[in-house]
């Protein structure tokens, strides 16, 4: 066969089939998207459904019950329903919202060559020479007393596409901070 011939063969492939071609890992985050584990998915979920299925039933009783008692322009029981109401069709939407953009870190797609959502991060503070280890994982995820921050948080959105031995300088509240990654792992 030509070469020409196997590039157009590959491209049309590629094109054609994209996921064949696709290297392991995480793509390019997507910050219109949610990073999150399973378990960080399910508990967002399960919060969700309990806005839907009881506090919603809970908002319309005390409402039914306001109503019940008669001139609503002097019932504050009536208005702070309402206003309970409104908060709810909030959260709800904003939940919602935040629910169809997850996706979720599969174990699979963790790299160990650059930080990801998914890796444990070791990594020297340059001023402190201190270690330090942190987990970046999704925003519903996190846990600091175990070390587990949010990917999108000041330190995890520094260290995201960073290798072993990359100096990363970054802006935190307190100040600034220099670190240098020293090891990457898997989580997951």
């Known amino acids: 066969m030509a070469d020409w011939f196997k590039?157009?063969?590959?491209?049309?492939?590629?094109?054609?089939?994209?996921?064949?071609?696709?290297v392991p890992g995480l793509p390019t985050i997507d910050d219109s998207k949610i990073y999150v584990t399973q378990?960080?998915?399910?508990?967002?979920?399960?919060?969700?459904?309990?806005?839907?299925?009881?506090?919603?039933?809970e908002n319309a009783?005390?409402?039914?019950e306001a109503i019940s008692r008669g001139d609503l322009?002097?019932?504050?029981?009536?208005k702070a329903a309402r206003e309970k109401q409104s908060m709810l069709v909030e959260k709800a939407e904003r939940l919602k919202t935040e629910l169809q953009k997850v996706v979720i870190i599969?174990?699979?797609?963790?790299?160990?060559?650059?930080?990801?959502?998914?890796a444990k991060v070791t990594v020297r503070d340059m001023e402190k020479t201190d270690m330090e280890v942190y987990t970046l994982l999704g925003p519903w995820d996190v846990d600091i007393d175990k070390g587990i921050i949010s990917y999108l948080s000041p330190i995890g959105k520094g260290l995201l596409d960073k290798k072993v031995g990359d100096v990363v300088t970054i802006k935190l509240p307190e100040?600034?901070?220099?670190?240098?990654?020293?090891?990457?792992?898997?989580v997951l």
């Open 61 to 64: 009783r005390d409402l039914g």
């Open 39 to 57: 378990v960080g998915y399910e508990k967002r979920k399960k919060e969700f459904d309990h806005l839907m299925n009881v506090e919603f039933a």
């Open 175 to 186: 100040g600034v901070s220099i670190y240098e990654v020293i090891k990457i792992e898997s």
């Open 7 to 22: 590039v157009a063969v590959e491209n049309f492939i590629r094109d054609r089939f994209p996921d064949l071609f696709e």
């Open 73 to 78: 322009r002097e019932n504050a029981e009536y």
């Open 106 to 118: 599969e174990p699979r797609s963790i790299q160990t060559d650059t930080v990801t959502p998914g």
